[in-house]
Structures are given as structure tokens and as C-alpha cells.
């Protein structure tokens, strides 16, 4: 049987595009289009855009020479660890195969472009952290350069850090010797950066970073990490440290009663922070009373546990000099701002020459 | 009863006010001829260790000492901004247009006009008056 001929069609999907002829930001009222400016549009797929630039705009960073100068050469820094963006973050990458491949070369982009050129940069691995045993592979592969001191992964994450999923991770970083970095990592762009939901802005999205920080520190000292890998060292960077004494006190308070539900702890939670768990500086907590800060710092046994970091070229970069209020005292100063990072690396390091080190106090 | 301190509306009025800073008749400091600056341009310019940033905004040419009171970051090689002022819940006002200046280190936001800080009642950056002579010259008064 023949169909009827049709005579009308009705298409119920067909797309269009505001194009620069013809935009649609014209239709949105005046008072939103500062809004507009400052990215308040963006979306979960993309992130949260700081809505000013991330990069600092005194300065150049995109070279190996321009960091030198604009930042190792100036503040007279020794040493200082990279983390290589956005190959740190590659384990948030749907493929697992381009991930590890893109891991590799990173890697190879680091040791060439920076590791070989200048005996002040350290390295950080970068690792597909959603294949640990690739992962682990990669480690064991560069993480013998001499300069190599840290796998790095983002505060975003499959699983809580703890989890032992990770584990093929964590024993190479024992056998290789190299600290376990966080840092944060596009949070929101996979889950949310908290647990109840997304917040609205960029403003709150940064806000909120402690919290991935808080959960991963947890999990690994109350999931026995330190006790399975007692060798291990964990880095927390750019993740704050005003919350770390609430964390172990409740860690210990509630130890007394649920310590049996994890009964490979054999001493207090708070005790494998100290022993295992080092944080930097910045974003520095800046209470408006300096006598607060230097609490927080005697709560966290900062003259073991506090490292410096400046985050340059990033917007919120700190300034050795003039990050910390005048009152901290030197011997603490020179322990956030050298030997406390010293002793976290100290494996890799002592087969290193000393390095040259500024006279100038800061 | 006085002003609380972190009052962002104390900030915003003081800055649209939008009073700027007297001549002064001590001393002139020479920034160059106008051309120098494009409308939303900058010039650093030196008077011994201080050091100054000239901005070109609406028509005007604003002095602003180029050292932020937080870490003393070279504040003048930040960006000019639009910023909003404080308003009801789900409300936005853009307010002083082209004229906030975002500090290039942690991103603290001041009024070039005025030199105020629009994150507390108090801070401010130091500002300087300034001139165009017949000649097209911008001065600073010191």
C-alpha cells in the first residue's frame, strides 16, 4: 500500500545560536550584566571560573626563566616543588587510557623543561589516581629522578583517600620514598565540593575546599593507612589548617568510645597527623587578632607540621616576607619557612648537594 | 553611636562620595603628557622610593599609591573593575563602574577615586590630587 503523500512535516527538535550579530545578552537587564562579567553564569561542566583570572597579572610566569626571576631569584627561594598544571588533575579525566598517557608525558614535560634546568626546582609525579596500579607504575618509573619528592592528586577523588583502592599508590610513594600531595583539584567539576550540594559561586566554592581536605584526612588515618604504610607522608596543600585542630580533637574525643570499630589504631588519631601529616601555608588563615593565629599555629604543632608555601602565579600568592604577622616568632618562621618542608623531603633531599641558601632573614 | 568596622556600607558610602584628595602645595610630580594614558590605561611613575600609579578613567587621570596595605603588592598593576554594592538578597547593583581596582595579589578591591577599601569601613590606598596643564602635562600634587 502506497503512503499518502504528506503535505506538512512538523519538526519537534531543531537548534539555534545567538551569534554576535544577533546576541541575546542584549535581553538580559542592565543590572545583571556585571554578573554576566564576573561568570556567574558558569556551570557544573566547566567548573567554577574565578570570575577575576587565576593568574597574577604583575607578573610573567610561563617560563622556566620568568619563574626564576620573578619568583626564585627575588624571594630567594632554594627549593620549590612544582605541580604541574593541568596534568596534576588528570585524574579526573573520563578516559582511564588517555589519562595514563597524558600522566607519562607530563612527567616527561616536567623532568626536561624544569627538573634538568635548575637544581632549586623540585618535581611532583603526576598520576592517574582512577588506575592505581598504573598509577603506581608511573611512580615507580620517574619517581627515581632525584628531584622527583611527591606524587601529586587533586582534592577531587573516586573514592576518599583512605579507601584502599589507593593502596598500589601508596606502597610505591613508600618504596620510592616520595610524600603523597594533595591539592585542590577543580572540585564540583565531578562531584560536588560538598557533600550536601553546590554552592552558587566561585566565592563559596573556594570557601568550601577545607571540607574535601577535612573528609581525605580523616579517612586515611581512621582507615589504618599509617599503620598498613607506615612510611607514608601526606601533603596537604592550599587546603588550609585553621580546621585541623577541631578535626583531631574529635578524632581523639570520639576515639575513647568507637575506637573499637577500627581496631587497628594503636594509638591516638591525632598522633598519626603529627607523625605522618604535613600542610601549607597558604591561603593563609588571617584572624584580625595576630595572637589567634600564633593558637592555632602552637594547636597544629606547626613547628613540625607547617610548611610555606607562596601558590605563585596564582591570585592569592603570599609573599615569604610579609604573609605572616610580625609577631611569629623566628625560630617558627624558619621552621614553617625551610626545615619543616626539609624534613618532609628529607629521603630525597639528603642525596641531593646542599643548596644555596640566601644570608637574607625574612 | 560610631561607624562598626567591617561595615561594607560605611565603604561604599565613602567612596560615593566619591571626594578626592586635596592639591596639595608642597611639591609636583611631572606623570608625562596625557597622551601617555588611554582612556582605561595606567602609568607607574617614581617620586624617590613611592611609588604611583596614574589611572585614565571617564576623561579623569586618578593618582594611586602603587602599594597594597595588605602585603604591599604592586597594587596599580591590577585590573579596573564594575563591582556591586551591597544590596537586598538575589539583588545586583552594579556600582562604580570602570573605577575598582582589584589588587594583582589576593584580589582586595579599592576605589581609585577615593583610595577607599570596599571590604571593610576603614582601610584605604593613599591617593594623590592631580592636573592636566595648558600644555596637556598631568601632574600630581604631592
Known amino acids: 500500500m502506497t503512503p499518502p503523500e504528506p503535505r506538512h512535516i512538523f519538526d ?258 591525632s598522633a598519626y597527623v603529627c607523625d605522618h601529616v604535613r600542610l601549607t601555608t597558604q591561603p593563609l588563615e588571617e584572624p584580625p587578632n595576630p595572637d589567634h593565629f600564633l593558637a592555632i599555629l602552637e594547636m597544629i604543632d606547626a613547628g613540625r607540621t607547617l610548611c610555606f608555601s607562596s601558590d605563585f602565579p596564582h591570585w592569592d600568592f603570599d609573599d615569604p616576607s610579609r604573609a605572616f604577622p610580625s609577631k611569629l616568632p623566628q625560630a617558627l618562621r624558619d621552621r614553617i619557612l625551610w626545615d619543616n618542608a626539609m624534613e618532609l623531603y628529607a629521603k630525597k633531599l639528603s642525596a641531593l648537594p646542599r643548596p644555596q641558601i640566601s644570608t637574607e632573614k625574612v | 553611636m560610631s561607624t562598626p568596622p567591617k561595615s561594607i556600607e560605611a565603604a561604599f558610602e565613602v567612596a560615593a562620595a566619591s571626594r578626592r584628595a586635596e592639591t596639595g602645595k608642597r611639591e609636583s610630580l611631572c606623570v608625562g603628557p596625557q597622551a601617555d594614558i588611554p582612556e582605561g590605561g595606567v602609568k607607574i611613575v617614581a617620586h624617590g622610593s613611592i611609588s604611583i600609579g596614574v589611572f585614565h578613567v571617564g576623561g579623569e587621570f586618578y593618582a594611586v599609591r602603587n602599594q597594597c596595605p595588605h602585603q604591599g603588592a604592586p597594587l596599580c598593576l591590577g585590573k579596573l573593575h564594575t563591582t556591586h554594592a551591597p544590596a537586598a538578597v538575589g539583588e545586583f547593583q552594579p556600582a562604580l563602574a570602570g573605577r575598582v581596582l582589584r589588587c594583582p595579589w589576593h584580589g582586595w578591591e579599592f576605589d581609585i577615586v577615593t583610595g577607599k577599601g570596599l571590604y571593610d569601613a576603614r582601610s584605604r590606598v593613599k591617593t594623590y590630587a592631580t592636573r592636566v596643564d595648558e600644555k596637556g602635562i598631568i601632574w600630581i600634587d604631592l
Open chain 1, 12 to 269: 519537534c527538535d531543531v537548534h539555534c545560536n545567538p551569534t554576535s550579530a544577533e546576541p541575546y545578552q542584549r535581553f538580559v537587564p542592565p543590572a545583571y550584566r556585571t554578573a554576566l562579567e564576573q561568570q556567574l553564569d558558569c556551570k557544573p561542566g566547566a567548573g567554577y571560573v574565578n570570575p577575576f583570572g587565576v593568574n597574577r597579572r604583575d607578573t610573567a610566569y610561563e617560563t622556566p626563566a620568568d619563574i626564576e626571576r620573578n619568583h626564585l631569584d627575588r624571594y630567594g627561594i632554594a627549593y620549590a616543588v612544582l605541580q604541574p598544571q593541568p596534568m596534576m588533575y588528570l585524574s579526573l579525566t573520563h578516559s582511564i587510557d588517555v589519562a595514563n598517557v597524558l600522566a607519562q608525558a607530563g612527567n616527561d614535560w616536567l623532568i626536561a623543561t624544569y627538573l634538568e634546568r635548575d637544581p632549586r626546582y623540585l618535581g611532583s609525579v603526576c598520576i592517574n589516581a582512577n588506575d592505581p596500579i598504573a598509577a603506581a607504575a608511573e611512580i615507580r618509573r620517574v619517581g627515581s629522578h632525584p628531584r622527583m619528592v611527591q606524587v601529586i592528586v587533586p582534592g577531587e577523588s573516586s573514592f576518599l583517600y583512605g579507601h584502599r583502592f589507593y593502596h598500589p599508590i601508596y606502597e610505591a610513594c613508600q618504596e620510592m620514598d616520595l610524600v603523597f600531595a594533595l591539592h585542590p583539584g577543580v572540585e564540583g567539576s565531578y562531584n560536588s565540593s560538598t557533600p550536601v550540594g553546590r554552592p552558587s559561586t566561585y566565592y563559596e566554592w573556594h570557601v568550601s575546599l577545607p571540607l574535601t581536605f577535612m573528609a581525605h584526612t580523616g579517612s586515611l588515618v581512621m582507615e589504618g593507612t599509617f599503620e598498613k604504610f607506615p612510611g607514608l607522608k601526606v601533603l596537604l596543600t592550599e587546603g588550609g589548617f585553621g580546621w585541623l585542630p577541631h578535626l583531631m580533637w574529635r578524632m581523639d574525643k570520639d576515639f575513647k568510645a568507637l575506637r573499637s570499630t577500627t581496631p587497628w589504631l594503636k594509638q591516638e588519631p
